[in-house]
């Protein structure tokens, strides 16, 4: 039998140009990874940078429509994207403002000094004819005051201590039914109105409760000693004010009363924005359900002890970034939340 000839000098061209074209390919993949990685981190630090616009532009809009920032040509949209940006260049393509739906749109885009708006030169994809691709990045956040959530502690305030103290002075108030707090004729159509707090519902296992303003509140007889389910709240808040930060917690606000205990029925109108700076929820002086009820160098009128059974802070004008809420619009008492909607 007769074998076979084999050109091996033929084989082994023929593997060299296959190895050839594999390398070239595998470079050109190798190329358009290096690009599309820098596509990526470009989006990202223009994502950044229009988020941080978004929320600043929302939040200035929630405290007052008439600032400045508040508008389509912010400054400080612009400050915010530069700075989002790892070579402290981008481009704000374009905010879109709502104020009567109370929404932001901002869109922000590459910039490079020599470059096309919004453009990003590529270092390999050029030679297959493609120089720079565009990169945009849009953030999208509404506005306004609560109207519907869970809220952290299960109490609400009257009318009566809320208006006209949003950025007001310190107070102590008083559960309703210990009439230690001034009534007011603030209800509708001038009813009086209980001052001090209510003890509201809470849902099962949590210390808080699901509020609607558009739904009367079930009120709730805690005793003696405070609210169940609320000792890690409690402690959160005191370990916060250790430590010199503020407690501030969004809570319901009635302006009418009927019935009393885990009978009572509060009319809500809004949320408001509390600034915590003390309480006494038993007579145990310790914590979680007492702190701070005597502050040094303090009023006298904010010690709470013996028989008091109080919370001590002050209302305050205050944006919020807090999930879990329905937005309606701003509310008088000064409390509102900016969040996300793409």
Partial sequence: MRGLAVDADSERGGIAVIVAILMVALLGFA???IDVARLYSERAQLQG???????????????????TECSVTSPMATDLADKNAVDGLSNVKSIALDKPNRTVQITTGA???GSAPNTVSLFFARVLGIPSAEVNATSSVRWGSPVEGTTPFPLAFSICQVSGMVDGTAQLLQNHSADANTDCPLGPAGKTVPGGFAWTAQSSGQCGGLVNLAVNQSG???????????????????????????????????EDV???????????ISFVAFSVQGWAFSG???????????????DQSLECKGNCRGIMGKFVKYVSLADGYKLGPVSPYGDTVVEFTS
């Fill in 31 to 33: 190329a358009l990874a």
């Fill in 49 to 67: 940078g229009s988020d941080a616009a978004a929320l600043m532009v929302a939040q200035k809009c929630a405290k007052n429509e008439a600032d």
């Fill in 220 to 254: 709730s007889e805690t005793g003696n000693d405070g609210p169940s389910n609320c000792d890690t709240v409690l402690n959160k808040w005191a370990a916060e004010l250790g430590a010199g930060r503020p407690v501030i917690v969004l809570l319901p606000v009635y």
């Fill in 284 to 298: 145990s002086d310790r914590l979680p359900l007492v702190y701070n009820n005597a502050p040094a160098g303090a």
């Fill in 111 to 113: 910039k490079e000094n």
């Fill in 258 to 268: 009927n019935g009393t205990g885990s009978g009572a029925s509060y009319k809500l």
